[in-house]
């Protein structure tokens, strides 16, 4: 495979035209989130190369999802993806805000699932495309929050992965809108390490939540068996 692609076990990933790359965050969401069952579907707010939406429809074969992205050379690598994959006519690509997006849908998505903008305060980056990716300019987690309350079906949940350190800003502000953490994955680098990432789903209604957690690394540094049991099935090699 030539060195421009990502490969996968059932599909390929294009290095992406723009700066955002290919990450071990995406594959843990991928992996991780509830896809919901027979005929589900699912919303990708902030699809980027697509990584999130093929692994859905890897995981969920009667699954229909959408997939929107604002930033042009995203979606052309996007588009690229799916067309190559086996499930094409179960992608759909928006090349557009998620403000524009939410103001022609009709809702009713079983899930939704984002790898939001992390950086909420710091300085803005030189490079455009990546500031539109990572920083809350063009989709802040409120404004994520606000329409996933509007997309979700009742039954319905809101899977993201994020810094540590957003979790208890992002809940408060999911709780502002009536969602409620029902499930959470703490991520660590190598054992005994302080969490860098966390993964949690929202629903409506209070339930008491599930907490788990997982470290990417073993002591030799290389892929964890608790890695390789959540991500084995996407992995070439691991």
């Known amino acids: 495979m030539a060195n421009d692609y990502f490969s996968f076990k059932r599909f390929t990933v294009r290095q992406p035209r723009s700066a955002m790359k290919v990450g071990t965050d ?27 939406a093929l692994m859905a429809a890897q995981r969920n074969p009667t699954s229909r999802i959408d997939a929107v992205e604002i930033d042009p050379s995203s ?21 557009e805000s998620f403000a524009s997006f939410r103001s ?53 949940a809101l899977s993201v992965i994020l810094p540590y350190e957003a979790e208890k800003p992002f809940s408060l502000a999911a709780l502002c809108v009536g969602l409620y953490r029902s499930r959470t994955l703490y991520v660590r680098s190598v054992p005994g390490a302080e969490p860098k990432r ?14 788990a957690s997982l470290t990417l690394l073993g002591e ?5 068996g608790e890695y390789r049991a959540l991500a084995g099935d996407f992995y070439l090699r691991m």
């Open 104 to 156: 022609r849908s009709t809702g009713g998505y079983d899930r939704i699932v984002s790898n939001p903008p992390y950086f909420v305060r710091s300085l803005s980056c030189p490079d455009g495309a990546r500031t539109a990716a990572r920083h809350t300019a063009s989709l802040g987690y409120e404004e994520l929050l606000d329409g996933a309350r509007t997309l979700l079906s009742e039954q319905g």
């Open 220 to 224: 030799d540094r290389a892929a964890s």
């Open 75 to 95: 979606c052309l690598d996007a588009a690229e993806n799916f067309a190559a994959s086996a499930w094409g006519d179960r992608l759909r690509l928006f090349g």
């Open 198 to 211: 966390v993964c949690m789903e929202f629903r409506f209604g209070e339930s008491e939540p599930a907490t």
């Open 26 to 52: 995406g594959v843990v969401l991928g992996a991780w989130f509830d896809v919901g069952g027979p005929g589900a579907r699912i919303l990708d707010v902030g699809t980027g190369t697509g990584l999130l």
